[in-house]
């Protein structure tokens, strides 16, 4: 008959166990509290604000779904005034004031926070509870809403909470703010159609008063309006047609001045579409009637329009492009020779073979052309020779007496302007601005950009050749900064100066006239007689007398000539360095290394002992480092010169007096000189890719910004090379990109700004181009708002192919 119950099923439950829920609940409770959002803890308003969103954040979980708090703050300004003190204004007072003041704004305006209620409602702080998945589950957001409700009534929180729900896309959102008698609902409402009450003016009026309840007659309802129109048919504004970048290399009509200016921008028209904005910014119910059967909505009778551009995503940037073929060789490590098949001939195989004359020159075209020269080789590269002429003639203006290109006067390696060309891509070493580097850097560019790899082989191979045929014929190379390497320079700029160097020296070395014999340098053989030595007391190789100081033993102090020390590049530096390193830490290669490093001392220890016989190592000394000298006893060495195992005591022992003209040379130009050639012939594909690309950076930087692109602020690159050429191709790229949207603007806009309200002419321009008529809206927007007995009360709606309705409403808290 009647089952029998157990008592104990219905009378032994632990309900002292606290609930999944219950545990969500003192989670969120204990996070208030710990951020101090209560009303009793909360700061007074801050009167102003910074542009910059604070966070905080903690993570917790609920029937299995990970969710994320988050406390969003705009960052107070902090007064200049220390007596300045917060306004005392109650919170709900800050949230009606703000939710006020944000209905002059539109949805899609942005203000840095991570979530979108900031601007729609107006808030400078809020709390987000929202789930990593979406949260679809109706009854699931019934719990979790009602939880937050408890939580924010026993804290007595301060500030507004939300709850992101549905899918993400949507940025649906539900949210609460309680203050004493008075509650203000959040409620965001995204549906995929527009229902047909909401798909006109009068509609969501009936509907905003329908939300408000109010028992009293409302004030008339004040409205924002924006009508948004994607204006997609962009060639109907015209666009500047660009010069083609190949077209220099036509022989008919060539000009190099087409070759100098290097190509910006986009061929084609970059501009995708263009939003224009007609803005009613506020007008009464009665003012304008929009129903399912009427509108007298007029866009072209808006008082305002606005306009944002919107560029194509895969634009074609023509000096990018040239950039980016450029540093697609850098992982190329064939010999660029290979490309025309002159590695064997040129003796690249083996290093050490000579390489012979040039057989093709600036100076025997030119005497080809005019029959006087019928030996040189039968090489032909891919570039003609009224092609390669006047390019090559460009590069080594000297090579003509009526050069309509000459280098300028003054080359300097680093600008001294501190306008916006030194900020972009300032961090990329330079080399003098039109200087051969420059030149030949921006040529090379071209022909890759116009004939691929053989066109840019064959440009520099003339280029080496040219160089091989100066050095032998003692021609210095034009548009270099003179004097030894600048390390401040690119690499392919101090090789060039080193090779000047040479040259000079080579000079010095042939013109023996107006030189003494003891004035010339020339290499001493190891077996060389006493007999031809110079006596131990007679002076030699003196330059002048160092003021009035005296050695030791009294006599005069004089300064020697020494030989300067040899010039070196970054990369020789470099490998020194590394050399140093690689000897290890034993004795023997402590010594070894002092010895290298102390040639050069050597060398001017031997010239002081020639110019000052009977002198001392404290007389050099006082010469060479005064701060290592005392003036005791007529003069001695300092403390640091009598350490044991010093390498000056070492050296001044070993040093003989032999005049610097009578040494073995420091510098050997003709070595160094062939090193140079064989350096730039041998180098890869790659390797030349990475000499020529910082100059065709910065002549790309300049350029950017003479065609109005913003400079950048960037003063640092990459780590090493590799990664510095990727960021300043990239800062580049933007630059090339923001210069395209500037020259847009201008011809849509005229002297409006973009986002700003147009002037009579730029509506006109813009309607003149669309025909006199504009198309459908692609989106209607429209803000409602009205302040009653409790507050403002406001509704935003966006109608496009869906409909997103926004709702702020304050109602008075009825106790029971």
């Not at 051969?436 to 116009?450: F, G, H, K, Q």
């Not at 790899?453 to 548009?479: K, S």
């Not at 010594?591 to 060398?603: N, Q, T």
């Not at 580049?732 to 005229?750: D, F, H, M, T």
């Amino acid at each position: 008959m009647n089952e029998e119950i157990d008592e104990y099923d219905i009378y032994h439950q632990d309900f002292t166990t606290a609930s999944e829920w219950e545990v969500l609940i003192a989670r969120l409770e204990e996070i208030i509290v710990e951020w101090n959002l209560s009303k009793s803890k909360l700061t007074k308003t801050c009167p102003e604000y910074t542009k910059k969103w604070i966070a905080k954040s903690e993570d917790l979980k609920f029937r299995g779904l990970s969710f994320t708090m988050t406390y969003n703050a705009l960052e107070p300004l902090k007064s200049q005034d220390g007596e300045r003190e917060p306004e005392e204004q109650s919170l709900l007072t800050e949230i009606q004031q703000g939710l006020w003041d944000s209905t002059t704004n539109f949805m899609d305006n942005v203000d840095g926070s991570p979530f979108p209620v900031s601007n729609w409602f107006g808030l400078k702080r809020y709390l987000m509870l929202y789930p990593k998945a979406p949260l679809t589950d109706g009854s699931l957001i019934k719990l979790i809403m009602s939880s937050v409700h408890i939580a924010f009534s026993i804290i007595d929180c301060g500030i507004p909470f939300f709850v992101k729900i549905r899918e993400h896309w949507q940025h649906t959102y539900l949210g609460i703010f309680e203050d004493n008698d008075y509650k203000v609902s959040f409620d965001v409402i995204h549906l995929k159609r527009i229902s047909n009450q909401c798909s006109h003016l009068s509609g969501l009026v009936s509907l905003f008063k329908s939300k408000i309840s109010s028992p009293v007659p409302l004030d008339a309802v004040v409205i924002s309006t924006k009508f948004s129109y994607e204006l997609k048919d962009s060639d109907s504004f015209t666009w500047r047609k660009r010069t083609h970048s190949n077209e220099f290399l036509s022989i008919d009509g060539f000009d190099v001045k087409k070759l100098i200016e290097l190509p910006f921008g986009s061929e084609n028209n970059p501009l995708h579409s263009a939003l224009l904005n007609a803005i009613w910014p506020h007008f009464r119910e009665s003012a304008i009637v929009d129903s399912s059967t009427f509108s007298d909505i007029d866009p072209i009778m808006a008082p305002t329009w606005t306009i944002t551009l919107k560029l194509r995503s895969n634009i074609n940037c023509l000096l990018s492009e040239i950039i980016r073929k450029m540093m697609n060789l850098l992982d190329n490590d064939s010999l660029l020779m290979d490309v025309l098949g002159l590695s064997r001939s040129l003796g690249l195989v083996n290093p050490l073979n000579k390489i012979t004359e040039a057989p093709i020159t600036i100076s025997k075209l030119v005497k080809a052309a005019v029959g006087r020269n019928t030996h040189f080789s039968e090489f032909k590269g891919p570039i003609s020779d009224d092609l390669l002429m006047p390019l090559l003639y460009y590069v080594f203006p000297d090579a003509v007496e009526d050069n309509t290109f000459p280098y300028p006067e003054t080359l300097e390696v680093e600008s001294k302007k501190d306008g916006a060309e030194s900020k972009l891509c300032s961090y990329v070493k330079t080399s003098p601005e039109d200087g051969l580097v420059w030149r030949l850097s921006v040529t090379s560019a071209r022909l890759m950009d116009a004939g691929g790899l053989p066109y840019l082989a064959h440009f520099w191979y003339e280029f080496t050749q040219e160089l091989q045929y100066r050095w032998e014929h003692r021609i210095l190379v034009p548009g270099v900064v003179d004097g030894a390497p600048n390390a401040r320079s690119c690499l392919l700029h101090q090789k060039l100066q080193l090779l000047n160097c040479c040259i000079k020296r080579a000079q010095e070395g042939s013109g023996a006239a107006g030189y003494s014999s003891d004035e010339e340098f020339f290499d001493c053989s190891e077996d060389e007689g006493a007999e031809d030595q110079l006596p131990w007391d007679r002076p030699v190789g003196r330059l002048h007398r160092l003021d009035n100081i005296t050695m030791k033993n009294g006599a005069p102090l004089y300064v020697p000539r020494t030989q300067d020390p040899a010039p070196k590049t970054e990369d020789q530096l470099e490998e020194d360095a590394e050399l140093m390193v690689r000897l290890g830490d034993d004795a023997k290669a402590s010594e070894l290394r002092a010895r290298m490093m102390s040639a050069s001392l050597l060398s001017d220890m031997e010239a002081f002992k020639a110019a000052n016989p009977g002198a001392e190592l404290c007389d050099f000394v006082h010469w060479y480092s005064p701060r290592d000298w005392k003036p005791d006893e007529g003069g001695s060495l300092g403390d640091r010169m009598l350490l044991p195992g010093n390498p000056w005591v070492e050296a001044w022992n070993v040093a003989r007096p032999v005049p610097s003209a009578r040494q073995r040379r420091l510098f050997d130009e003709t070595r160094e000189a062939e090193q140079v050639l064989h350096f730039l012939r041998s180098r890869t594909i790659g390797g030349v890719a990475e000499l020529l690309l910082p100059a065709i950076l910065r002549a790309g930087a300049i350029k950017a910004i003479a065609e109005g692109a913003p400079a950048t602020n960037s003063t640092i690159g990459g780590v090493d090379k590799r990664r510095t050429f990727e960021v300043a191709a990239r800062e580049l790229l933007e630059a090339e990109r923001e210069a395209c949207r500037s020259i847009c603007v201008r011809k849509v806009l005229g002297n409006s700004a973009e986002g700003k309200p147009l002037d009579v002419a730029g509506r006109s321009r813009v309607l003149n181009a669309m025909g006199g008529a504009l198309p459908a809206p692609a989106l209607r927007e429209f803000t409602l708002r009205v302040k009653d007995e409790v507050g403002p009360q406001v509704m935003r709606a966006a109608l496009s192919n869906e409909m997103t309705i926004i709702g702020a409403f304050t109602e008075r808290i009825v106790c029971l």
